[in-house]
């Protein structure tokens, strides 16, 4: 139990495009979603908090123009890059905070992460 | 700021222990310690958590020392697939409480 999807898993665009990625709760319902992104030997950096039916908090530093970020329903968020430069190439990562009522109620389950290239 | 500080790597021979240690000295009481682990471009991977008693499941054990001051992920007979960076993360347990992920240990395991 307690998987999450993204799709597409990988994705090459050009510069000026937009990307959306998706992140789904396969078998239950989170309404809490997480996005990351995570450059080459360094660290996840958490980009934003997506709750469901209310608009995403971005955390310091980020764009939330640029990386705009919806969660319509309890087992879907969708991350959409913007009008993608180079530099936006990562590893995007999403989280969802697990169902209540177990006993790892209180973890979150990633995703296996979107790699993005942006020529 | 991560409130953890983890050696940057480490190295363990196959069907050996790999012991991890963690320092988060300025833990709150009603703060869990997590263990999550990287492997290479994949997400992150739930190993374990714990409050205040050492815990066991079938991945790993965590022990917390008396004071919670420091923890050590054991996990007991590392294999090659094993080989991840390990986070260790302090942090309350509210499901909708985010995640700020230190750098990590870089675990090696030797064939």
């Known amino acids: 139990g307690a998987v999450v999807s993204q799709h597409p898993s990988w994705v090459i665009c050009k510069s000026g495009t937009s990307v959306k990625i998706e992140c789904r709760s396969l078998d239950f319902q989170a309404t809490t979603m997480f996005w990351y992104r995570q450059f080459p030997k360094q660290s996840l950096m958490l980009m934003a908090t997506?709750?469901?039916?209310?608009?995403?908090?971005?955390e310091q530093g980020v764009e939330k123009d640029k990386f705009l970020i919806n969660h319509a329903s309890l087992t879907l968020s969708t991350l959409t890059v913007t009008s993608a430069h180079p530099e936006d190439s990562s590893f995007y990562i999403c989280?969802?905070?697990?169902?209540?009522?177990?006993?790892?109620?209180?973890?979150?389950?990633f995703g296996p992460g979107t790699r993005l290239l942006v020529l | 700021d991560a409130k953890t500080t983890q050696p940057p790597s480490m190295d363990c021979a196959e069907g050996r222990a790999a012991n991890l240690p963690c320092n988060h000295s300025?833990?709150?009481?009603?703060?869990?310690v997590y263990w999550y682990r990287q492997i290479h471009s994949q997400g992150p991977q739930y190993i374990i958590h714990g409050l205040k008693n050492n815990e066991t499941n079938e991945m790993a054990s965590l022990i917390i020392t008396e004071d919670r001051k420091s923890s050590t992920l054991i996990l007991p007979h590392a294999t090659l697939r094993d080989t991840a960076v390990y986070y260790c993360i302090v942090r309350v347990a509210i499901r909708d409480d985010k995640i700020i992920f230190g750098k990590g240990t870089r675990l090696h395991i030797l064939p």
């Open positions: 989280s969802a905070s697990g169902p209540g009522g177990r006993f790892w109620e209180e973890t979150q389950y």
């Open positions: 300025t833990i709150s009481g009603n703060e869990y």
């Open positions: 997506s709750n469901e039916g209310s608009k995403a908090t971005y």
